[in-house]
């Protein structure tokens, strides 16, 4: 019977492989009975394997993609479900989740720069990791979610007993189901193994939010963010930070300058004039003392404060 899931007989013996068929004529590659034994899809019984079944069209495991309305799970957009031949669930979800990768212009002078949400290399090889790596003894489905802002690619199994996540992000690799890679690397699916995780961080390797990768009993997950959500964030928080230091600094000048009107000011002075609460007028003042605009003038119990350049 084996002693893997691939390696064990396949439940199901009357399968097809339309799929891997043309995958392989493409590649001009033979595909015939001793081709199949030579791939593990004929055990030594000369029947079909688990192997066999998942790339047939008959395959019973599936792929679940769900696409959210904003950051959460609140409110579904849309939601899909892809079956047959593990090669038709890559090309057929790898397509479905491209017509969710936007594209956004940006210019520097008259230069126009287009930048995809999400790198399509980073998208494939997360669906990659997904079929290749996942344990099949699980009945469950591979989980895509697509939010506005990320990607979340979910696999059974976790990670194969005795590997770390950090040995894996190092590019030590130990696949769960090695004669599965063995076949898409001789498709050119792959390029070699272990370099999956190392190749979508270079690719956001400038992009300040990186990809997340976790690694919990019975799952793995990697998180691909969206890369123009994160710009457009990060400009928002710049813009707003911008827009309180002017106003910030709107209403030190107007203290300073009530000051030099005056000849000084007290704190419950500009509580009054400015409307501003007692701990924010305390903190401006002392922000123009420390910039040297303002001197403290302490006698007895009152504070007064004088401008420096009187």
């Known amino acids: 019977m ?15 492989f339309n799929t891997l068929q043309k995958e392989m004529d493409v590649r001009q590659l033979a595909f015939g009975r001793a081709q199949m034994e030579t791939l593990k899809l004929l055990g030594s019984d000369k029947l079909f394997t688990n192997l066999a079944m998942l ?45 969710y990768n936007k594209t956004k212009a940006s ?9 995809l949400d999400y790198p399509q290399d980073a998208i494939r090889e997360a669906l990659l990791n997904c079929l290749i790596h996942r344990d099949y003894f699980f009945t469950g489905s591979i989980i895509i979610n697509v939010y506005d802002d990320h990607m979340e690619f979910i696999s059974l199994g976790g990670l194969v007993r005795g590997l770390s996540l950090e040995a894996v992000q190092l590019g030590v690799s130990q696949s769960r ?30 992009c300040p939010k990186k990809p997340l990768f976790k690694a919990v009993q019975g799952a793995f997950s990697c998180i691909l963010p969206n890369r123009n959500e ?5 400009q928002k928080q710049e813009r707003t930070e911008s827009t309180v230091g002017e106003s910030i600094d709107s209403e030190k000048q107007s203290i300073l300058h009530l000051a030099r009107q005056k000849g000084s000011i007290s704190r419950k002075e500009v509580e009054d004039v400015f409307g501003l609460k007692t701990t924010k007028a305390f903190r401006l003042l002392r922000q123009l003392c420390d910039e040297g605009r303002l001197t403290q003038q302490v006698s007895g119990k009152f504070t007064r404060y004088i401008p420096s350049t009187m």
């Open 2 to 16: 084996g002693t893997s899931f691939e390696e064990s007989r396949s439940f199901e013996q009357e399968l097809t």
């Open 55 to 99: 790339l047939s069209d008959q395959c019973t495991h599936s792929c679940k993609v769900a696409v959210f309305q904003g950051r959460d799970t609140t409110t579904f957009r849309d939601r899909r479900e892809f079956t047959g031949s593990l090669l038709k669930q890559l090309g057929d979800v790898y397509e479905y989740l491209n017509n």
């Open 107 to 115: 210019f520097t002078g008259l230069l126009r720069e287009d930048t």
């Open 177 to 206: 189901n090695p004669n599965l890679a063995a076949i898409f690397y001789l498709l050119r699916l792959v390029e070699s193994y272990g370099t999956g995780i190392r190749k979508i961080m270079r690719l956001y390797e400038h």
């Open 230 to 234: 994160v710009v457009q964030y990060i």
